[in-house]
């Protein structure tokens, strides 16, 4: 009898955890995604995106954690790899980090065999008019010669800068989180389905209903 109580307490319990589970994402309750990215790059470079950057954000119903650390030192050379991956980072404004990007850093960043990206800080502070600015096939001509993917990053937002980080992670790691957007679709065609299966059993069971009184009145 005592065990059959500890039983139905348990059970009891596990329903209310779920249900309370269910509240807490009703409740609008964000998963929280956390990563480490290693920051390489011309040490002005490293510094504008450290001091920028929002270490918490919220992005399609996740919670983003950033954890940003110097990746490379003033040499290029690497001082940490305890990361999730590599954040090759230049500075719109200076074409000057963008040759010290290419000459020192990516050739290190690339024999280490690990996941990497390319981001152009600054953005906003193109021109048109700068000689001394990235051009705006930067990014894209980057991408194309480390065979990865780069753009382009607001500086000045914190949260922008969190994001676009964050979305240069999930390329890099599909499978880790999906959009809400995805999420919302997946789970509407899920209630489709079950819909549709219910009417299907509905259907089935009129049918039946209908069969079984014909045979009734013949066997009247």
Not at 155 to 174: I, R
Request: some cysteine; aromatic content about 6%.
């Amino acid at each position: 009898k005592e065990k059959k109580q500890k039983k139905d307490k348990k059970n009891k319990k596990e329903k209310d955890d779920k249900k309370s589970e269910k509240r807490s994402k009703k409740r609008g309750d964000r998963e929280v995604l956390r990563f480490d990215v290693s920051v390489c790059g011309d040490p002005s470079s490293i510094a504008l995106y450290k001091n920028m950057v929002s270490t918490t954000t919220n992005l399609d119903g996740y919670q983003v954690q950033i954890d940003a650390n110097q990746g490379t030192d003033q040499e290029g050379r690497i001082v940490d790899k305890t990361c999730d991956f590599f954040l090759c980072v230049y500075t719109v404004a200076d074409r000057n980090t963008i040759k010290f990007l290419e000459q020192k850093i990516m050739p290190e960043v690339r024999d280490l065999n690990r996941k990497y990206a390319i981001a152009g800080l600054g953005v906003e502070n193109r021109t048109g008019n700068n000689p001394n600015e990235a051009s705006s096939t930067t990014a894209s001509g980057l991408a194309g010669k480390y065979n990865c993917n780069a753009m382009e990053l607001v500086a000045c937002d914190g949260n922008q800068l969190a994001a676009g980080t964050a979305a240069l992670y999930y390329a890099l790691n599909p499978d880790v989180f999906m959009p809400q957007q995805a999420t919302d679709q997946s789970s509407d065609e899920k209630k489709k389905k079950k819909k549709k299966k219910k009417d299907k059993k509905k259907k089935d069971e009129k049918k039946k209903g209908k069969k079984e009184k014909k045979k009734k009145k013949k066997q009247k």
